[in-house]
């Protein structure tokens, strides 16, 4: 492993790669084989080792656990909100952990590819899919920027909490190929985090504020705005239809809709 050197909170030249990032899926995969759950974090090659039964049962506690109650108004809302809008829609869902929104909106009628950095991600959400019998349905491997070459073309990128994790540039390279299977008319749709959040931190350096957000070992965690992602976005143009932040400033909504 490189050593790090500091690295400021300021976005480095566009094309350039922040010193110690050169790897930047290698760096991040330490992390992500760790997601998180309702009450802690778990290893998906751990899980793996579940009987069906039981891994499925534990699956469907998490996700009921986390859409109803006082956590609708984290997650609840936009399965609701999104469950029918997105019926019949291509998604590509980006970093997609336990796969809990991506296999709710399959369960509904969508057509989903999974991609995620980490195999064993990867695994666990095949084996929920294959338990519940849902068909439309494919997974993608990240292993380096030029695999996604290999993807179709869809109506929606889903990003719930993954661009975030990974410097300005970093993510910058990893938009614009993603952007190459976005039709025109289809939606970002991302889940981030906003600068009050960061201010109300301290406005730590962002490998610390990854820390304090998303637990030890996260390598960085950075604040986005509209203007900040419509930047990260650029050339291509969009349009929002929501764009807002909502339980108590802890996280903020994107939805934009990609203009000719």
Known sequence: MMNMK???????????????????????????????TLDNRVETKNLLNMPDDKL??????????????ENF???????LLYKEILRGKQIVDVG?????????????????TFVDIVESNLALV?????????????????????????????????CQGSIHNAPFEVMRIEAMELLKHLKI?????????????WERDGK???????????????????????EKLLRLLQPARFHPVLNFNFHNDDFNWFDLVREG
């Open 6 to 36: 500091p690295l400021t909170n300021t976005p480095q030249k566009s094309g350039t790669q922040p010193t110690g990032w050169e790897q930047p899926f290698d760096k991040l995969r330490r992390k992500w084989g760790t997601v998180p």
């Open 56 to 69: 499925l049962a534990w699956w469907y506690e998490n996700r009921e656990q986390g859409i109803t109650g």
């Open 73 to 79: 108004n984290v997650r609840g809302w936009y399965h």
């Open 96 to 112: 997609c952990g336990l796969g809990i929104d991506g296999i709710t909106f399959a369960q509904n009628g969508a057509s989903v």
């Open 126 to 158: 095949s084996r929920i899919c294959n338990l519940l019998k849902i068909s439309q349905v494919d997974f993608f491997y990240l292993k380096d920027i030029n695999a996604l070459a290999k993807l179709r073309m869809y109506d929606v990128i889903w």
């Open 185 to 197: 008319g289809g939606r970002w749709i991302q889940l981030a985090y906003p600068k009050s959040r």
């Open 204 to 226: 730590l350096s962002f490998e610390k504020w990854g820390e304090k957000t998303d637990g030890e070992g996260t390598p960085w965690c950075e604040w986005y705005d509209l």
